[in-house]
């Protein structure tokens, strides 16, 4: 829901000046600027006039940064108790030319519009109410007060604007198919979030956003996926935060596309997937790697490799579980499920300490690291051993491929062997060992080779003898 944040101190001074510069544009006469908004359900075409640049307020509830506020706790909560304070201003004039996924960092957007203005001055007006809220245009006033411009160009709202027509303008324009700077893929999630809490249907939505129906679908899921991710993460007196997750959108639309795939298929499937793909996206592994992550990904691939200081049993996973009001009870997530979340909270709240940085104790910050290191690590052995196995299903020829691959890496090692003898570094005790493991590998495998093949070949006839010790065959 949108919040109405009342008006600056400045106000009644603002629509002053402001009904000066109109009258002003009366008296010149001729053909003024003006700027096509919707207004009310409506098109409407309002006034241009210029503005002192200093005269003019951020809008503390602009949708552009919304996910970003979190990015200093502190200096968010002085925002929040007096939007209009210097402090509050300050704070927003930061975030504005921050980089969305890092606040911490100069968004280079920011200063591709600072050098366009800088160059060709101010294109497209911006817009405000007549109390200097700005609706649109904040960015802009960021980047001319940066180069000490002192005045702008803005469209000027009806008196009776409230802060509902404020954020249903700002929406409008924004969502404009033009070629202005969209805003950052949390805070479309969370715009998208809050017509849903105006009331507004699913197909109203869409056409605002120009987009369809089932893109709405997915982004409330991932929305929801998102807010489920930082309350599990909450440990203490840190947290993950929306904004940590920003350069994720084509991983967690894929996951999406996956999960409901599966879950027409397997709830306990999908879940299985769901908590392992996270992970991994949290974990920020490529699109590419995540993509080799299934259902069996934890139980096949990644539980062997985790150390056992991350390893949870937890606490049995019950057989039903009461949904509150109801009367009624649902079929608990089992055991696989319950061991898949228990890892991913580990993670999740190791994750948080780490992205609070200094707030947190030195000690607890180490642990913390420690955590995410060795789960990145096992997850990365564990993506590559199910990357390759699943290139092997998809040739339909695994245990061929296998021994392939296999050739392939001896061939290599034949090549090491002739560069070692060259230059007398070959470690003799190791290579005898590495040997040793190959004979036991060898008779494995021909015993299972020959459990699963009636008619031996020549190849497995050798393979039989070799392991025997008898050479090869006649």
């Known amino acids: 829901m949108f919040t109405d944040f009342g008006f600056p101190p400045n106000a009644e001074r603002n629509r002053a000046l402001v009904e000066e510069r109109l009258a002003e544009l009366k008296e010149v006469g001729g053909v003024a ?18 503005m002192p640049v200093d005269a003019l307020y951020y809008n503390p509830g602009t949708h552009r940064i919304r996910a970003q506020r979190s990015f200093d706790t502190a200096r ?34 920011f200063d591709a519009l600072q050098e366009s203005l800088r ?25 001319l007060k940066e180069l000490g411009v002192t005045s702008i160009r803005v469209g000027v709202l009806p008196a009776s604007c409230t802060w509902e027509d404020i954020n249903a303008v700002e929406l409008s324009l924004q969502l404009r198919p033009d070629r202005r700077r969209d805003y950052s893929y949390i805070n479309h999630l969370m715009a998208v979030e809050e017509q849903v809490q105006l009331g507004r249907g699913l197909d109203q939505i869409a056409k605002m956003f120009h987009v369809t129906r089932p893109s709405l679908e997915r982004d409330q899921w991932i929305l929801a996926q998102l807010r489920d991710l930082i309350a599990r993460s909450r440990t203490g007196r840190h947290e993950l935060r929306l904004m940590d997750l920003e350069r994720s959108q084509e991983k967690l639309a894929e996951l999406y596309r996956a999960f409901v795939k599966e879950q027409a298929r397997s709830k306990e499937r999908a879940d299985l997937l769901k908590e392992s793909r996270l992970a991994a996206i949290v974990l920020d592994f490529a ?76 000690a607890e910050l180490a642990s913390a690291s420690d955590t995410v290191a060795s789960i990145h690590a096992a997850f990365n052995e564990a993506i590559t051993v199910a990357g390759r196995d699943l290139r092997l299903k998809k040739k339909r020829a695994a245990a061929p491929d296998r021994v ?31 040997l040793v493991q190959l004979r036991g590998v060898m008779g494995k495998l021909v015993v299972e080779a020959q459990r699963s093949i009636e008619l031996p070949g020549e190849g497995l006839l050798w393979a039989i003898a070799a392991a025997a010790g008898e050479g090869s065959p006649a």
Do not use: M
């Open 33 to 50: 600027e003006t700027l096509r908004v919707e207004w009310r359900q409506g098109p409407r075409h309002i006034e241009v006039i210029d």
């Open 119 to 143: 160059d060709h001055q101010q294109n497209e007006a911006g817009l405000i109410t007549r109390e200097g809220i700005l609706v649109n245009g904040n960015t802009r006033r960021a980047a």
């Open 404 to 434: 392939t691959d296999a050739c392939k890496d001896l061939e290599q090692c034949i090549t090491d062997l002739v560069l070692a003898r060259g230059n007398g570094s070959l470690d003799e005790g190791a290579f005898d060992d590495a």
């Open 76 to 109: 968010d909560r002085l925002l929040t108790q007096d939007p209009w304070s210097p402090e509050g201003q300050d704070y927003l004039h930061y975030l504005l030319q921050a980089k969305p996924s890092e606040p911490d960092k100069r968004d280079s957007d």
């Open 287 to 362: 699109k590419t790697d995540v993509r080799f992550i299934e259902p069996d990904f934890q139980v096949q691939y990644l539980d062997r490799l985790l150390p056992d200081a991350v390893k949870r049993t937890g606490a049995p996973a019950p057989a039903a579980v009461a949904i509150p009001g109801l009367n009624r009870s649902i079929q608990a997530a089992g055991a696989k499920v319950a061991a898949a979340r228990s890892l991913t909270d580990l993670l999740l709240q190791a994750r948080a300490v780490e992205v609070a940085g200094d707030k947190a104790a030195p």
